[in-house]
């Protein structure tokens, strides 16, 4: 008898929730390696966000917010929670899920499935936009064109402006996105080793709850949500991939180097100078830019001419100032050409 | 055109394929010339690096020499009546910023025998060696004969003649070797981070350059950092949360230390310092060293890694943290001593007009010395060092309970700690009242 007690007691004293000191711990935090378990986790996780939303004041009532859904872990955590905080801390709001359907198969077509079933799971109104309703062109296709280097850098641009025309299309007030502390952390990273001082200074002034990766993984599995975890198979020579492996051998050594990072990142002597552009409005399309035609446009008005280096890379003389000597042609020249502007939607 | 094969052996191939005057012409490739100077061959180190076999011997060393002096006159950071020390580790960067300062100094010495006033004296030069042994008990053996190798060296560096300084790392505990070597170990032995441990070496080492140099009256530090180093630099800083600090230890001067320390070597690549010790000859030695295992090991391949992605890579690190606001201190300060001629004094004023004016004091790290942001200060710490450190020495160097962390603060040397107390005792209040002194009318508080 004495010694099952014994053995009982022993495990009792050095295996109990950190927090709650009542439940029998499950996981060991990534973030904290705190032993807790998975009640209080779900606890400390919500309330991080909930302490977040509130402090910045990012809602206000009645609002009507969308939340960017590929389906993955990030987005799937993003969506649960902020539902299930509306409902708990009454915010109010009216949720949607908005995704971006970019042409990819074998990838894509899959994670959307996933993000229907999560329309119904959690009682949210979808709304898929694609790249070949906005652009006229597929990432597939576009990759059939340029291959795969700079592949991401056309995905990324129309990803984020197709957000913002689906957004605008559900007439909401904000977007929520899932970017997570490690995305935060690669990105300051990454404008530090290609140069862009400003991107460095924006970057970390978006308010984000810096959430650990780890900690998304570990919620997702626990809570059992339905989420799509392959990789984009488009990614493996993206840039980004370096700052992730370095980032992964980082956490290793020491894993409070990702806030680190952002730590930095927010610290920054750049001058306010530097800062902010220039908002404008792109001539082609309407759409929020600082140049003469936004990114996309460029981007586009380069795959239709099957010119598909412009826009990437340094400007000589700019996309933007070859676009003034076209615009002297005849209307008639490009068949297909004014067709394929971006978005049909106004601004 | 180079020989591009990577299974030729011999340097040069190409060059020696010159028959009574004609140059012997491959059906596929032709012979080059340098791409600066066309008169002469390309070198080829064959290092497979970039631009090789585009520079002629002398036009690849005037490159690099180039960027040494324009660094130097541009940032006033050897005058005439200076007394530098040069910071020698025997590695090939300090290798050729001894050897670059050198040869301004024989210039300087030759100008000053041709002129007729003999007006602009010639600078100093002494060398600083730091004897790390102490902290690596096993490199011991090899020591002595890296610092016969540094003082034989030194030597051939003249005339003029340079004074050479074996700095045992210790010393900054005191002059009692046996004690100083002792509390050095006992030190790095508390520190439980790997990292930390290896960057407190660091920060002993700098004190260690400082105490010998202000103790022989030099009044520069060169240091031979090249952009590759800063470039690991950037990254090591921005991993360990020292964002606000980085700029302050990326330019060509960094005048917060008692005896200011310059870069002259900022804007050469690792790859020119190299291949300039494979073309002049310049002997270096590597002491072992111990096996790094921390971030900044990790940092380092990482950008080995780019490197071979992009050979550009360094550069473009370097010049996104250079656009970075520096600080007040990144200057050599303006001096109305009449020692210094005015030509100097001319430069430094010009120079000085590029930094906005703001004279603002900052509080710096006892540690690391590194300068601390407002928002980093814990008003009610109960721990003075802790108070005063900044968030990264907090984290990898400081042990973590109260009763080691007073245990560490008497290990430390007294340079830091004093500067500790400095901290506490300056309050807000005196603190504004001296930075407003001088718009005060009356001396009487009370009267306000």
Not at chain 1, 226 to 234: A, G, H, L, N, V
Not at chain 2, 424 to 442: F, N, P
Request: glycine share 8%; hydrophobic share 35%.
């Amino acid at each position: 008898m004495e010694a099952s007690e014994a053995k009982s007691k022993k495990q009792g004293a050095s295996r109990l929730c950190c927090l709650c000191n009542q439940r029998r711990p499950v996981l060991k935090r990534p973030k904290t390696l705190q032993q807790i378990c998975k009640d209080c986790f779900y606890e400390v996780f919500e309330e991080e966000i909930h302490q977040v939303i509130v402090k910045n004041g990012l809602f206000k009532a009645g609002e009507r917010v969308a939340i960017g859904a590929s389906g993955g872990k990030d987005s799937t955590v993003l969506a649960y929670v902020l539902s299930e905080l509306n409902r708990r801390h009454s915010y109010g709001l009216d949720l949607f899920l908005l995704s971006i359907d970019e042409g990819i198969t074998g990838y894509r077509d899959d994670s959307l499935e996933t993000v229907k079933r999560n329309e119904l799971q959690y009682g949210l109104p979808l709304q898929i936009l694609s790249y070949k309703d906005l652009y006229g062109w597929t990432m597939d296709d576009i990759v059939k064109m340029i291959g795969l280097k700079n592949n991401c850098t056309f995905c990324g641009v129309f990803r984020r402006q197709a957000l913002d025309r689906g957004a605008a299309l559900l007439k909401v007030d904000k977007l929520v996105t899932g970017h997570n502390a490690d995305d935060i952390a690669e990105t300051v990273l990454l404008n530090i080793l290609r140069g862009d001082i400003a991107r460095l200074s924006r970057c970390t002034s978006i308010t984000t709850v810096y959430i650990r990766e780890g900690d998304l993984h570990t919620y997702a599995y626990f809570k059992k949500l339905d989420y799509f975890s392959t990789e984009c198979i488009y990614s493996p020579n993206a840039y980004r991939g370096f700052a992730r492996e370095f980032i992964k051998d980082l956490e290793r050594l020491r894993p409070r180097a990702i806030l680190d990072i952002i730590k930095s990142g927010e610290d920054f002597r750049i001058a306010t100078t530097t800062k902010m552009p220039e908002q404008g409005t792109c001539e082609r399309c309407g759409y929020i830019s600082s140049q003469k035609w936004c990114k996309a446009c460029v981007l586009l008005d380069g795959l239709n001419r099957g010119l598909p280096k412009m826009g990437i890379g340094r400007a000589r003389g700019g996309a933007n100032g070859d676009h003034h000597k076209e615009t002297k042609k005849p209307a008639s020249a490009g068949r297909s050409l004014e067709s394929k502007q971006c978005g049909s939607l106004d601004f | 055109m180079a020989c591009n094969s990577s299974g030729c052996e011999s340097g040069g191939c190409y060059g020696r394929e010159k028959d009574n005057g004609r140059k012997a012409v491959d059906v596929k490739e032709t012979v080059t010339l340098c791409v600066k100077c066309k008169c002469n061959e390309p070198m080829t180190f064959g290092d497979g690096g970039s631009d090789d076999g585009r520079f002629c011997a002398e036009c690849f060393r005037s490159n690099v020499y180039g960027k040494f002096r324009l660094a130097v006159t541009s940032h006033a950071m050897i005058t005439p009546s200076d007394n530098v020390l040069v910071a020698f580790s025997g590695g090939s960067s300090s290798r050729v910023a001894l050897q670059f300062v050198h040869e301004l100094q024989v210039k300087a010495l030759k100008n000053y025998e041709a002129s007729r006033d003999r007006s602009l004296p010639v600078f100093g030069v002494g060398v600083a060696f730091v004897d790390e042994s102490a902290a690596y008990p096993a490199l011991y053996g090899g020591v002595s004969d890296a610092i016969a190798w540094v003082r034989s060296t030194v030597l051939s560096l003249s005339p003029p003649g340079k004074d050479l300084h074996v700095v045992p790392i210790e010393s900054v505990f005191g002059s009692d070797s046996v004690e100083a070597r002792d509390r050095l170990v006992k030190l790095l032995d508390s520190v439980s981070d790997e990292t930390g441990k290896e960057d407190l070496l660091l920060h002993l080492k700098m004190l260690s350059l400082q105490k010998v140099a202000s103790e022989n009256g030099y009044n520069r530090l060169v240091v031979g950092s090249c952009t590759s180093r800063l470039a690991s630099h950037v990254l090591t800083a921005t991993v360990k949360g020292r964002g606000y600090s980085l700029s302050a230890d990326i330019q060509h001067v960094d005048a917060r230390w008692k005896v200011p320390i310059v870069l002259p070597l900022r804007d050469c690549v690792w790859q020119e310092i190299t291949r300039l010790c494979h073309l002049d000859g310049l002997k270096t030695v590597e002491l072992a060293r111990h096996p790094q295992s921390g971030i900044n090991d990790l940092v380092s391949s990482f950008v080995a890694l780019l490197q071979e992605e992009n050979p550009s890579r360094e550069c473009t690190i370097v010049r996104t943290a250079a656009k970075l606001t520096p600080f007040y201190f990144n200057k050599i300060p303006e001096t109305d001593d009449s020692c210094v001629p005015m030509a100097t004094q001319r430069r430094l004023k010009k120079f000085n007009l590029k930094y906005d004016g703001s004279m603002t004091t900052e509080a710096f790290c006892p540690i690391c010395n590194c300068p601390l942001n407002g928002s980093d200060s814990s008003e009610d710490e109960s721990d003075a060092l802790y108070a005063a450190s900044c968030s990264s020495c907090r984290f990898q160097i400081l042990p973590q309970d109260g009763s080691s962390l007073e245990q560490f603060g008497s290990l430390l040397p007294h340079h830091m700690i004093s500067q500790v107390k400095h901290h506490q005792k300056v309050d807000s209040q005196t603190y504004l009242r001296e930075k407003i002194k001088d718009c005060l009318l009356l001396d009487d508080e009370e009267a306000v």
